[in-house]
């Protein structure tokens, strides 16, 4: 076991993001572990950052960049905003942050999701991962815990789903990245975004569905040894 | 109403006592001078058309644009001083391919509006600068659907259903407001507007013009292009025949 913890790493978040489309809207949802190094620096963190009040970003990689990139775009959409004199677009949004992101890869570090609603197209995921390149899709996902969540998006995804199961879903497969994925726990939040508004939710550790060796033991031949009689095959 | 703006009129940083700055006005008669140019806005789209009138009978045909695309979008028509005009249409194409990669999307028409109307407005503003001598009328179908916009030489900017600035805008404006345009598709459009710089051409003041039209509308799924020329022709004939029943009466 290393002892020797470097408490000065940078601040990762190793995360596990997730972004869904669902018929009317969308849902966002992430866990939120931040850590550097071996160590939990924050072990409550929100990833899901507000752009608009209709847009929302997931962040992933490095805090520090994920953070001056959401403040960057906020302001430029702030601007934009006012201008235009009517709420900005979710590509809008995905468009300014793919800008940052692309004409300055070589300095940072950060995967993001770009979500929200908007009156001209409805609900739209954007995904934004390393090298800065811009991907609408129905879903996203990102992080280090994502890479145990594409098999299972891959069956339990489906077109129109409504708010309740897209929030079931998303809540689901955080849950069971934060199983898996070493860099990823704590609690799950989640965004819903639609035409009535945003909500925010919250999924504390003994609301969400237990996984594998956390379940209790059922038909275990474990229950041979406190059993009277310890005869093998005699159950 | 032209007055004398004696002493006042020689810069345009220059107010008059009557709060007038003569330079600008100036700057709109040489508009209205020009050819008319209308454009009307159809539930479907707009149609935008120039009275070009011709300066030598060796020019050639077509040549000589008055009427511009700014982006796949949006166009605008230019009456006044056309060198000026040359210079606001690459202003406007090129506000439009940069807010399209900034943020990703057509630059909306209104946006657009109030880009070339400020930059027509700079021009007012500084006394080594002179005023643009050109009105503009900007036509663009964004998600917002069909949109005309009127520029002047002062950088006022407003939104039209019809709009009408040069020579014949006077009679031009009557004729439009006859129209009821919120029932009139871009087809019936194309052939009311070649109709009405017929009507206002004056034929004793200025012989030749050829008249340039353009559209944008879900017809021309919403690009801005140059009228097809089968439907020109018909407009320009129905427009001659409308001209010999007005003058047989």
Redo the contacts between chains.
């Keep these: 076991m290393d002892l020797n913890m470097d408490l000065n790493a940078p601040h990762s978040m190793g995360t596990t993001i997730i972004g869904v489309t669902y018929n009317g809207g969308v849902v966002l949802g992430a866990d939120s572990r931040t850590s550097t190094g071996m160590y939990v620096a924050n072990r409550a963190s929100d990833k899901i950052t507000q752009l608009t009040d209709n847009v929302y970003v997931c962040r992933s990689g490095s805090a520090a960049d994920s953070q001056l990139v959401s403040d960057y775009v906020r302001y430029f959409l702030h601007q934009h905003t006012i201008q235009l004199g009517q709420p900005a677009t979710v590509k809008v949004a995905a468009n300014l942050i793919r800008l940052l992101s692309y004409n300055n890869k070589n300095m940072l570090e950060t995967g993001l999701i770009v979500g929200g609603w908007d009156k001209y197209e409805g609900g739209k995921i954007y995904g934004i991962p390393l090298g800065g390149t811009l991907i609408e899709q129905p879903f996203a996902i990102g992080g280090s815990g994502s890479s145990y969540l594409y098999g299972f998006f891959d069956q339990a995804w489906k077109e129109g789903m409504t708010k309740d199961e897209a929030e079931q879903l998303v809540v689901k497969a955080v849950s069971l990245a934060i199983a898996r994925d070493g860099a990823s726990g704590g609690v799950v939040r989640t965004v819903v975004i639609n035409s009535e508004g945003v909500t925010r939710n919250f999924y504390p550790g003994d609301k969400l569905q237990l996984w594998h060796e956390e379940l209790e033991p059922q038909n275990s031949l474990l229950d041979i040894l406190s059993s009277p009689s310890p005869e093998p095959m005699n159950i | 109403m032209s007055s004398i703006g004696t002493g006042y009129d020689l810069s345009v940083t220059t107010f008059s006592p009557d709060g007038r700055v003569f330079q600008i006005e100036y700057a709109a008669k040489a508009v209205d001078n020009s050819g008319t140019v209308i454009g009307i806005k159809c539930k479907d789209g707009i149609v935008m058309g120039v009275e070009k009138l011709i300066a030598s009978k060796m020019m050639l045909p077509g040549s000589n644009r008055r009427i511009h695309s700014v982006h796949r979008h949006s166009g605008m028509a230019v009456a006044g001083l056309a060198a000026d005009g040359r210079q606001i249409v690459a202003r406007a194409k090129s506000e439009a391919t940069n807010y399209q990669s900034?943020?990703?999307?057509p630059i909306?028409v209104?946006?657009l509006a109030e880009r070339v109307a400020s930059y027509v407005h700079l021009c007012t503003l500084y006394w080594w600068l002179r005023p643009f001598g050109c009105g503009i009328i900007l036509g663009g179908y964004d998600?917002d659907g069909p949109q005309l916009y009127m520029v002047e030489p002062s950088g006022i900017s407003y939104r039209y259903f019809g709009a009408a600035i040069g020579k014949g805008k006077q009679a031009a404006k009557t004729e439009i407001e006859k129209l009821k345009l919120s029932e009139m598709t871009c087809r019936e459009g194309v052939i009311e507007v070649a109709k009405i710089i017929y009507n206002v051409h004056d034929e004793a003041k200025d012989k030749a013009f050829e008249l340039e039209m353009s559209w944008v509308c879900d017809e021309s799924k919403q690009q801005h292009q140059k009228v097809p020329d089968d439907l020109l022709e018909e407009a320009k004939a129905a427009a001659r025949t409308a001209l010999e029943e007005m003058d047989a009466d």
């Design positions: 900034v943020y990703g999307e909306p209104k946006e998600r």
